[in-house]
Every structure is written in C-alpha cells, then in structure tokens.
Nanobody, 114 residues
Framework: QVQLVESGGGLVQPGGSLRLSCAASGSIYSIYTMAWYRQAPGKQRELVAV??????TTYADSVKGRFTISRESAKNSYLQMNSLKVEDTAVYYC?????????WGKGTLVTVSS
C-alpha cells in the first residue's frame, strides 16, 4: 500500500505562484510514475502533469510553460505553479502508480482569485 498526502494549497492572486507537495509513505519502492491531477467545480478530474521514475515529464497543454513537476527520490513529488490563472482553481490530487495499481491522495485546494 502507498499513502499520499498533498500540501501547499491555498488562496493566491492571479499571476501568483504556489508549490504543491506530495509525500508518499508505505510501500514506496517501485513507484513508477507520480502525477498531479485537478478537479474544478462541476468538471471532471483532469491530468495536469506526470513524472516517471527516470524523470520524464508530460504536461497538459493548459499548464505548459507555467507549471513544473519534480520528484525527490521515490517519496516526494512537487508541482511548482507559476503565473496562476483563475481557471487553475481546483482541488489538486497526487497519484502514484506502483506495480500497475494507482494510489490517490485526498487533495489540496488551490483557489486563484483577486
């Protein structure tokens, strides 16, 4: 089992920055990918960014050039979010994939508003 805990969400003005963290615990060996998803009110959950165990990254078009995903060993993942927009408002979830199984955190709320 893998447990994931997100942190770093909050209220920020448009154009501002936030850094989200995802801390993994439990059976953290052999975690392949770590990813960030988000779900805005009334919308489906969508992929924001993914990073593999080798550091390969993929981003949604809507965040390219503004968000950066990183990973510290097998345990922690980070999402640096710059130039935030109102439409980035959502609950952000961390996901880890290990041995073909997906594990999710409970999410952290990011609100972008003036």
């Amino acid at each position: 089992q893998v447990q994931l805990v997100e942190s770093g969400g909050g209220l920020v003005q448009p154009g501002g920055s936030l850094r989200l963290s995802c801390a993994a615990s439990g059976s953290i060996y052999s975690i392949y990918t770590m990813a960030w998803y988000r779900q805005a009110p009334g919308k489906q959950r969508e992929l924001v960014a993914v990073i593999t165990d080798r550091g390969t990254t993929t981003y949604a078009d809507s965040v390219k050039g503004r968000f950066t995903i990183s990973r510290e060993s097998a345990k922690n993942s980070y999402l640096q979010m710059n130039s935030l927009k109102v439409e980035d408002t959502a609950v952000y979830y961390c996901k880890a994939n290990r041995n073909g199984m997906d594990y999710w955190g409970k999410g952290t709320l990011v609100t972008v508003s003036s």
